[in-house]
């Protein structure tokens, strides 16, 4: 089956068709109604719209055919070196091989920064697809330095998130964090307020046991005997 780009040429043709039909929405709500009809996550319609666009610019026949002549036009796409996609690749295998899952390597590698994960995410999964002589010539090279480590298995796509899972997850997290620290501020309220009820009965039975409400006065008290005297 003929690729561009790493992805199927019909899922890059169907795109270009969607968008012929997209009206006044913006690409965001493009990429999420081709990702429902199609079942793919937005992040996997946004990378699609990536690799059509550069077809777009490379191949005029191609924009003839599919785009009415028409490029498409997008930011600066932030690429990854091939040195990159491999030390990627290789970080998350030996995360993997040490106990770690897929999402908890990619979170730890991207400082818990969504964007970042998300398009490590992207790129590992990508790799997992369409470069498997890539996979293999890395975990052979793991397996060389004695790292024992497995090759990604299907079971494996059940860790990515989509955009829209990791936005909701974020959100849950944000809102653990915020009522944890709603009920750290109510327990230090009432631990000040604990220590200033304290503090008064503390001055209380100083002017109670030595009619003083110093406390340097407590030493004297005791010094001189008075304890025989506290209970009577």
């Known amino acids: 089956m003929e690729k561009i ?21 913006s690409l965001s ?10 079942g793919k996550a937005k992040g996997t319609v946004r990378n699609l719209y990536y690799a059509l666009a550069k077809m777009s610019v490379k191949d005029s026949e191609f924009c003839d055919k599919y785009l009415n002549g028409k490029p498409l036009n997008v930011g600066k796409i932030v690429e990854f070196k091939d040195c990159e996609e491999r030390q990627l690749i290789k970080k998350i295998l030996i995360a993997t091989a040490n106990g770690k899952s897929v999402r908890g390597a990619i979170m730890e590698l991207s400082n818990g920064e969504g964007k970042v994960a998300l398009r490590f995410q992207n ?3 990508n790799a997992i697809k369409n470069k498997p002589a890539l996979i293999n010539e890395i975990i052979k090279e793991l397996q060389r330095e004695g790292t024992d480590v497995c090759a990604p298995c299907k079971e ?3 860790e990515f998130l989509s ?14 964090v915020f009522k ?3 009920k750290e501020k ?17 001055l209380r039975l ?16 005791f010094s001189r005997g008075g304890e025989r005297n506290i209970l009577n």
């Open 5 to 25: 780009y790493g992805y199927k040429e019909k899922d890059i043709i169907g795109l270009a068709e969607f968008l012929q039909s997209k009206g006044n929405q």
């Open 29 to 38: 709500k493009v990429f999420e109604n081709y990702g429902v009809k199609y």
């Open 123 to 125: 790129k590992y999964r």
């Open 156 to 158: 494996d796509e059940k």
């Open 163 to 176: 955009e829209t899972q990791f936005k909701k997850l974020k959100n849950e997290i944000n809102n653990l």
């Open 180 to 182: 944890i620290a709603e």
């Open 186 to 202: 109510r327990e230090n309220a009432r631990l000040k307020e604990r220590i200033i009820l304290l503090e008064k009965e503390n």
């Open 206 to 221: 100083c002017n109670a046991l030595y009619g003083s409400s110093q406390p340097a006065e407590l030493i004297n008290f």
